[in-house]
């Protein structure tokens, strides 16, 4: 799916629980933050006053193992990366754009039968047996429904389908999935996508408290997007929003044994009676692990929900 570049920050809050391991802050300058009072984002008169982010960071810590989505972290099928390949060049026009991601195709050649089960191979791991995705459905896994202009009354033309296999990171390591690999009329090289469909991972966990539809309050901090991770997995590059008076936030991590929870201090705006949307913009900030993040998740401290690498996507 295509994620939407909103600029609107929502959260929701998720399940507490006990005990993570280590808090720090880290800010993208690397110069050393000072000590905020809650909700204010001035420096703190009193090194006693509580600190609400590693409160909460404990909580969801300690509400992962055994839920939901930490069993379909650590046993489904979670991509962390792009689930399709898009050959070099694509797209010749605007049109051809526009006609995929309206999912305007036609079929030259016949489609292959799909199974109703495929079967994804993960490097280290037990194989996993999962619904599979037709070829249609599977081809217009990327497209949005949507014409950005009026008509869209072009489409491409499909004269190759055929079954292949995609390499994906998933939340359980490398896997190779079952895909389907489409040749287009005007262009080199195929379009694939996976053949299978991702488990969902749950939006709340049960007892979560005012409830799940309710955002949390999040007192002096904000969550994140995650834009990158290291190479040696100890950094962690977080996205946010920032404009309309804003001062740039520091990252803020905790990490504890089987999640890393990540956010970002949210300093109040300056007073101004100007309507700023189109000042507002993407900025980063960076976080430094005590230790390799290997297999552990990254959960978003705003809804406590796993990050996934998403370059140029607010945090929700």
């Given amino acids: ?108 050649v016949p489609l292959p039968k799909a199974p109703a089960q495929q079967t994804i191979r993960f490097d280290k791991g037990s194989p996993l047996t999962r619904p599979g995705l037709s070829p249609d459905a599977a081809l217009r896994s990327d497209a949005n429904g949507s014409c950005p202009t009026t008509g869209c009354s072009g489409s491409l033309t499909v004269t190759g389908a055929s079954a292949t296999t995609l390499r994906v990171r998933t939340s359980r390591g490398e896997a190779t999935v079952p895909a389907w690999s489409f040749l287009l009329a005007g262009y080199q090289g195929a379009f694939v996508y996976a053949a299978v469909k991702a488990d969902p991972l749950p939006s709340s966990l049960p007892g979560a408290s005012p409830g799940p539809s309710l955002k949390p309050r999040l007192v002096g901090y904000t969550g994140a997007s995650l834009e990158k991770i290291s190479a040696d997995g100890r950094t962690l590059t977080l996205g946010y929003v920032v404009g309309c008076g804003k001062s740039p936030s520091t990252g803020l991590v905790s990490e504890a044994k089987s999640v890393v929870v990540v956010g970002l201090t949210d300093p109040p705006a300056a007073p101004t009676f100007v309507t700023c949307t189109l000042e507002a913009r993407l900025a980063t900030a960076q976080v430094h692990l005590s230790e390799p993040l290997g297999a552990r998740a990254v959960l978003n401290v705003g809804d406590g929900l796993p990050l996934v690498p998403t370059p140029g996507v607010p945090p929700q």
């Fill in 1 to 108: 799916m295509r994620p939407t570049k909103a600029l609107a920050l929502a959260a929701v809050i998720l399940t507490a629980a006990a005990g993570c391991a280590s808090t720090s802050v880290t800010q993208a300058d690397q110069s050393p933050p000072a000590r905020t009072a809650p909700g204010t984002g001035a420096p703190s008169a009193g090194a006693a006053d509580p600190d609400p982010f590693p409160v909460r960071a404990a909580n969801l810590a300690g509400g992962w193992d055994g839920s939901p989505t930490e069993q379909a972290w650590d046993f489904g099928y979670v991509p962390l990366s792009r689930t399709l390949s898009l050959p070099a060049g694509a797209f010749h026009s605007g049109p051809d754009k526009e006609a995929y991601l309206a999912g305007n195709f036609r079929f030259a």
